[in-house]
């Protein structure tokens, strides 16, 4: 058998995806898709007949995380059909091995949406429009009888002051912050690590959102948020605020904001000393460094700060 680290695919594994996509099919070929790092993921071509389809089959393999949440195959599965309610493109559930019973981890196969990532706009104001436009449709999904609901990563009892930052005075009013009472909110389904690299676009148009795993029940602002923070290390404040405004734009009166959840998305992200990402790499970003962070971060904290009527 083939290691499910390489680049082909077990016999077993492409077995199992022609048999849920049609018994007729055959696989031409399978390609490891780059920029994810929390699953393997791949696409496929299938032949059927004269046709030919592409899916992507993503497998859980990072044992930590499946002990914390064993259940992610039949998440993300029932995730992917929630959010077809929304009127932005997602992809369709095939099938899913919820325990890797058949493909040795648990995998899930899904159809594959058009376009790419972008990461390098040529106007960035059409491109943050647009990515809150999604989300904001996104937010619109009824989510009281989803059974997964949202859960901050960190012990915030137990958050420390960043030691990388001479900004620990600041830091250490954000920290406090976050463990005050938390905004009444009414929660909605939100995707929970909404982010550029989890959007396609075609030409100017967002042509879908991928990374469904995590999605769940709980409050926008943490979608708005956590998407804010990835627009900060990126491109810095002017961006990240400039997404939020076009949030405001388009939720009209129908979100109420509060810098509680930025603030809370922030502390989210905050192991250990900020890294650049490696999915961003992956996909052609150039120019970050783990300084630029450092920097970026502390920028975009005293920036949430402001935002609190001290």
Known sequence: MNDIHEQELPERVRAWAVRAVDPRARVLSAERLQGGTSSIVHQISVGIGKEVKSFVLRQFHK??????????????????????????????????????????????????????????????????????????????????????????????????????????????MAVDLVRGPRPEVRPCFIHRDYHPANVLWHGSTVSGVVDWVNACRGPAGIDIGHCRVNLAQLYGVAAADAFLSAYLVHAGASFCYDPYWDLLSLMDILFGPPEVFPGYIALGMTGLTDRLMMERLDEYMVSLLERFDL
Request: negative net charge.
């Open 63 to 172: 044992k930590d995380w499946l002990e914390q949440e064993p259940d992610l195959a039949r998440h993300e599965a029932e995730a992917l059909g929630q959010a077809a309610r929304a009127g932005v493109p997602t992809p369709e559930i095939i099938a899913y091995d919820e325990t890797g019973l058949h493909c040795g981890l648990p995998t899930v196969l899904m159809t594959k949406l058009e376009g790419n990532v972008v990461l390098n706009p040529r106007d960035m104001k059409p491109w943050i429009s647009g990515l809150a436009e999604a989300l904001v449709r996104i937010h619109a999904v009824e989510a009281d009888d989803f059974p997964w609901a949202y859960f901050t990563y960190q012990n915030l009892e137990g958050l420390e002051i960043p030691e990388w930052s001479d900004k620990k005075d600041q830091w250490k």
